[in-house]
């Protein structure tokens, strides 16, 4: 038997390095990586049986889903997206799921859609909360705080700007007029001399400059940074999830208005210290007890829910591989 693990396809402006953070997730449980297999090409993949632990988020390429019969999936951590599910839950989509069910699902939204099409799923969390294995001893946390990608999606003039097209739209649509935004709701609760200190990180570089084994080692390289970090302050999940199983006290920043980004969240929100920001007013509330502003000396303690999750995962993915 193979093993095979994702690997992804960049837009024209950047790639996610979240999405080699939930391949490294899925690596922990193989006794070796024999094929990589591009997450968008599985339905032409021909190259003898692999199995393959299906995680993370499907699909952009619609027509190319379902993976071929060389392809012997785990499904657990799986997402589909409402923009994706009426293409990728077709008759076809429906059958191939349900060949390969019970479906774990990253998020209760993906659970509750599979289940209404009639297949047997359930919420199973994101592999990436089994990430302890890069977990450090305290004695090796130093005093950086990390501010990984917050509010990312409010628009910014680097994004606007990025070519006419983006430009016009967004002069049309108005939210030219809103790219000083994100700056001004950080500043509502993380002190101005945070945002001067802290170490940002972003989570999302420019396509066309990485191959696949630069993505990888930059993926473990922030992994080793957030392992190490006295506290991270972020809106991107596979920064977030990550930091609760390697025990690094973490704050996730919700200020996602809209159905397709909600949606991932799930269940998930459940699991984090979190500040919930409204993007209209730049008002927040938050479910810690912050008192004043995030700053350096802010402590926050991981509620601790992510092990009902973790746990049952580590023991499917061992039971898949060792199964014949």
């Not at 090409?41 to 190259?47: G, L, V």
């Not at 599910?85 to 077709?90: E, H, R, S, W």
């Amino acid at each position: 038997m193979k093993y095979g693990l994702l690997t992804y396809e960049e837009n024209k402006l950047f790639y996610n390095v979240g999405d080699n953070v939930q391949s490294l997730a899925a690596k922990q449980y193989l006794p070796q990586v024999d094929e990589f297999i591009n997450r968008e090409r599985m339905a032409d993949y021909r190259r003898g049986k692999t199995k393959i632990i299906l995680n993370g988020w499907f699909t952009h390429n619609h027509s190319n889903w379902v993976p071929s019969d060389d392809i012997e999936p785990l499904f657990v951590s799986f997402h589909v997206n409402n923009t994706a599910a009426p293409f990728m839950l077709n008759d076809k989509g429906v059958a191939y799921l349900k060949k390969h069910q019970p479906i774990g699902c990253r998020d209760q939204f993906t659970a509750d859609t599979l289940k209404a099409r009639g297949i047997d799923a359930y919420f199973s969390g994101c592999l990436t909360l089994t990430l302890d294995s890069y977990k450090v001893d305290d004695s090796e946390r130093g005093d950086d705080i990390y501010i990984v990608d917050p509010l990312y999606s409010y628009p910014t003039w680097e994004k606007i700007s990025r070519n006419w097209k983006t430009l016009v739209r967004g002069i049309q649509n108005g939210k030219v007029f809103k790219t000083g935004d994100k700056q001004k709701h950080l500043r509502n609760f993380i002190d101005a001399d945070l945002l001067k200190t802290a170490k940002f990180i972003n989570q999302e570089p420019a396509a066309g400059r990485h191959n696949d084994e630069e993505k990888f080692a930059m993926a473990e390289d922030i992994l080793r940074q957030y392992a190490k970090a006295k506290l991270v302050i972020t809106s991107r999940i596979h920064c977030a999830l990550p930091c609760l199983a390697m025990g690094t006290p973490v704050i996730f920043v919700n200020g996602f208005d809209s159905f397709v980004d909600s949606c991932r969240f799930d269940g998930i929100l459940d699991l984090f210290n979190r500040v919930d920001v409204d993007a209209k007013t730049g008002k927040f509330t938050t479910n810690f007890g912050l008192e004043g502003k995030i700053d350096s000396n802010t402590m926050v303690k991981n509620l601790e829910k992510h092990h009902a999750l973790a746990e049952p995962l580590k023991a499917k993915c061992r039971e898949f591989i060792a199964s014949n």
